[in-house]
């Protein structure tokens, strides 16, 4: 049976439980907390939500929020952003709250703060959400989970989120794991046209491996633009090879590759993977060095022909972060 969700009227209850929640994060994480923001609709005076209070919650070590678990959050994994944990409270002494954590610098921050404020301040687009809101809420079909595991509600509102980011001129970073429509059509442009094609290889964008549990794919944005792409697979041996990673024309020599390079390791560490591999064409050699990288052999083999063996020990004091 799907789930099925009601709107409600704005009221001040909603600040007054983020703010009980806040103090019951503090007593447990301490100096853990670098800060703690109510975000999502209930943070937005007059507009209609679910009861659900989301709250982020910034902290120095990701790693040690595992804890929480043991005062009424259930922790739901990284979902659909990496490096971001996603709790659910789970406790009859708290509100209902979706609970987001993640370390200083991320930008699933700056994204929802920005929302957020332009909401606050902007009366015709806090009501143009509302109307929307409304209006998804009437529609049976908005319940519906998509193959992407989202529920239609959440993904017809993506539309609507972006044209607030245009009109405020969001420009920041933010990494996903590849996962609504949008994000997989651009994913596979990007593979096909600039890494593919020119090597002379049919992309297949439904190939097996492409479904294994041990590869992962990322997109990143800048602003509302998905500019660089990336898909790694984590072997048995403790490292992961970079399969691809690929910036849209119009992005490139911006710092972009770069950036999700960093973050990659960043994801690697955080797993406990001592070693990051790579197949780099030649095109491609001098940033690769530039970041640490160095010839380094492993046992694989790349499809594109002429590329040298490059990796970096994620666990060196020199990390080039």
Not at 192 to 217: C, K, R, V, W
């Amino acid at each position: 049976m799907q789930k099925v969700f009601k709107l409600h009227e704005y009221t001040p209850v909603w600040e007054m439980q983020f703010l009980a929640v806040e103090a019951c994060l503090r007593s447990v994480l301490e100096d853990n907390i670098v800060a703690v923001h109510h975000i999502g609709s209930t943070s937005v005076p007059g507009l209609v939500a679910k009861e659900d209070i989301d709250i982020l919650c910034v902290v120095k070590d990701l790693s040690s929020t595992f804890e929480l678990g043991k005062y009424g959050f259930r922790l739901l994994g990284e979902l659909n952003v990496p490096l971001r944990y996603f709790f659910k409270s789970d406790s009859k002494g708290l509100p209902k709250v979706n609970l987001h954590v993640c370390e200083r610098e991320h930008g699933f921050i700056k994204l929802n703060l920005t929302f957020r404020d332009a909401l606050r301040s902007n009366e015709g687009l806090r009501n143009e959400y509302a109307c929307l809101k409304r209006y998804l809420v009437k529609n049976p079909m908005s319940f519906q989970k998509t193959e992407q595991g989202f529920v239609k509600y959440t993904l017809e509102k993506d539309q609507f989120i972006k044209s607030v980011f245009r009109k405020v001129g969001f420009s920041e970073v933010a990494i996903n794991y590849c996962l609504h429509y949008d994000e997989w059509k651009a994913y596979h442009y990007l593979k096909n046209m600039l890494l593919f094609q020119p090597a002379g290889i049919t992309y297949d964008p439904d190939y097996p491996a492409m479904h294994q549990p041990n590869q992962f794919h990322f997109v990143q944005y800048r602003g509302v633009e998905i500019t660089t792409v990336a898909q790694v697979e984590v072997s048995l041996k403790g490292s992961i090879i970079l399969r691809a990673l690929v910036t849209d024309t119009a992005h490139q020599y911006q710092g972009c590759a770069t950036q999700l390079l960093v973050f990659l390791e960043r994801w690697a560490r955080f797993r406990n993977i001592s070693m990051l591999y790579t197949h780099a064409d030649v095109a491609s050699i001098s940033f690769y060095q530039k970041r640490g990288y160095r010839h380094a052999d492993f046992d694989d083999v790349s499809v594109f022909g002429d590329t040298r063996m490059m990796g970096k020990c994620l666990t060196s004091k020199n990390t080039n972060q």
